[in-house]
């Protein structure tokens, strides 16, 4: 079953505008990650935020965690047409076993 | 160059055919694992692997099989491939349970 759900799953905007997106997630976590995907590629890193965490930032990205609701928000500010990508929300949920991944949200930037 | 490498990148085959995919990190990770990715479904893990001869399954381990004779190599096989499994996977690695992940560039199976 999906640990993690992304909200929106599909988000255009054009080069400059901010770009939110959330993941919600069922279970207690260790930490949770996200990654992004260009188009028929590998996952790739961007930040990880630890359970007793509240905001993570990496240079344009900022992640905040709240672990009471069980969410995390991605925001990429400024954001330009090499953003365009789908991004995964990853939830650890100890032992170092497993990362269970969200469905994606596609973001599309637009000149 | 750190990396994980996932071969073959693409493979058309038919059903029934046995098949291997390899995948060999060079970073000296002990957390291997396979995933496959369908649209909609996001990412699902297929098997996992702790360390040599450690291994385990993911959600959907149903017609896979792995080993792990060796750190850095983490082979997914497919003994009797079918239809339902033609997807894109990926091969991820990690120096421990709380770190990030390394991905490969995927291998996109087709069976026929």
Known sequence: SQQGEEDPQALSIQEGENATMNCSYKTSINNLQWYRQNSGRGLVHLILIR?????????RLRVTLDTSKKSSSLLITASRAADTAS????????????????????????? | EAQVTQNPRYLITVTGKKLTVTCSQNMNHEYMSWYRQDPGLGLRQIYYSMNVEVTDKGDVPEGYKVSRKEKRNFPLI???????????????????GTQPQHFGDGTRLSIL
């Open chain 1, 51 to 59: 359970s007793n965490e509240r905001e993570k930032h990496s240079g």
């Open chain 1, 87 to 111: 991004y995964f929300c990853a939830t650890d949920t100890g032992g170092g076993n497993k990362l269970t991944f969200g469905t994606g949200t596609q973001l599309k930037v637009e000149l």
């Open chain 2, 78 to 96: 497919l003994e009797s491939p079918s239809p339902n499994q033609t997807s894109l996977y990926f091969c991820a690695s990690r120096a421990t």
